[in-house]
């Protein structure tokens, strides 16, 4: 968009201070009742006017009640390259990546889209790395230690956060693991790393090593009860799949 004429009356203020920016999320500027229609109209289209394929019947789209702090896992990367803003001094950084850009992050500093102490745990994650004088992933070369971050939510208050380093430097990942443990006390409920020397960052041919309670969560959908592990797939809205 080069200047905006007229708003549409549908579009409305983003609440991150990120967006637009951030390669996550893409229509925040849309309120979300607007952004129910488009998307209905996307499976429409794509059943009718793509695919030729006449449907009897839509239901319409169920809602969410919640549109800020509803996903119960989220992925981070640590980049050694943060995306720079005006004013902003070049270094390391710990979020999404920047929309278009494989080797670069924004560095997230309060999302959205996962309640607390999702913010609290990795703003704790990039304070200690940056005290440790640890090396964040490159992207490019393929050279650092830190790579990724994940954290794992449940409506039954229980907390995953799996961590994927590089290398395998015991000590180091102790003393990283030890001081997060302690800068956040008794919020994390499981801890989980990985080591992944790949050039992608997959994790699921990697070996889970678990560091602190089960390895795994427990999630409840009305009667039934859920086992999550580091690898799990689950629905990332609990209550919106309930």
Same mark, same amino acid.
């Given at each position: 968009?080069?200047?905006?004429?007229?708003?549409?009356?549908?579009?409305?203020?983003?609440?991150?201070?990120?967006?637009?920016?951030?390669?996550?999320?893409?229509?925040?500027?849309?309120?979300?009742?607007?952004?129910?229609?488009?998307?209905?109209?996307?499976?429409?289209?794509?059943?009718?006017?793509?695919?030729?394929?006449?449907?009897?019947e839509?239901?319409?789209?169920?809602?969410?009640?919640?549109?800020q702090?509803?996903?119960?896992?989220?992925?981070?990367?640590?980049?050694?390259?943060?995306?720079?803003?005006a004013g902003?001094?070049?270094?390391?950084?710990?979020?999404?990546?920047?929309?278009?850009?494989? /080797?670069?992050?924004?560095?997230?500093q309060?999302c959205?889209?996962?309640?607390?102490?999702?913010?609290?745990?990795?703003?704790?994650?990039?304070?200690?790395?940056?005290?440790?004088?640890?090396?964040?992933? /490159?992207?490019?070369?393929?050279?650092?230690?830190?790579?990724?971050?994940?954290?794992?939510?449940? %409506?039954?208050?229980?907390?995953?956060?799996?961590?994927?380093?590089?290398?395998?430097?015991?000590?180091?990942?102790?003393?990283?693991?030890?001081?997060?443990?302690?800068?956040?006390?008794?919020?994390?409920?499981?801890?989980?790393?990985?080591?992944?020397?790949?050039?992608?960052? %997959?994790?699921?041919?990697? /070996?889970?090593?678990?560091?602190?309670?089960?390895?795994?969560?427990?999630?409840?959908?009305?009667?039934?009860?859920?086992?999550?592990?580091?690898?799990?797939?689950?629905? %990332?809205?609990?209550?919106?799949?309930?």
């Amino acid at each position: 968009v080069e200047k905006l004429l007229t708003p549409s009356p549908q579009r409305t203020v983003p609440f991150c201070r990120h967006f637009g920016v951030c390669g996550g999320c893409k229509w925040q500027h849309l309120e979300y009742a607007a952004q129910l229609e488009h998307k209905n109209q996307a499976v429409h289209d794509a059943f009718e006017r793509i695919a030729k394929v006449p449907v009897q019947e839509f239901l319409p789209i169920l809602g969410a009640p919640e549109t800020q702090y509803y996903r119960n896992k989220l992925e981070f990367a640590y980049s050694d390259k943060r995306w720079l803003l005006a004013g902003d001094e070049p270094g390391p950084g710990l979020g999404f990546h920047r929309a278009g850009f494989f /080797d670069k992050v924004v560095d997230i500093q309060h999302c959205h889209l996962q309640a607390e102490p999702s913010n609290i745990i990795r703003n704790a994650a990039r304070e200690i790395a940056l005290e440790q004088g640890l090396d964040f992933y /490159d992207q490019r070369r393929h050279e650092g230690f830190l790579r990724n971050l994940m954290i794992r939510l449940t %409506t039954t208050g229980e907390v995953m956060v799996l961590l994927s380093f590089a290398r395998d430097e015991p000590d180091a990942i102790r003393a990283y693991l030890d001081a997060l443990l302690e800068r956040v006390p008794g919020q994390i409920t499981t801890l989980v790393y990985c080591i992944n020397p790949k050039k992608n960052d %997959t994790v699921f041919d990697l /070996d889970m090593i678990t560091y602190l309670g089960e390895g795994f969560v427990v999630e409840q959908l009305g009667d039934l009860r859920f086992k999550i592990g580091p690898k799990s797939f689950f629905q %990332t809205n609990s209550r919106q799949a309930k």
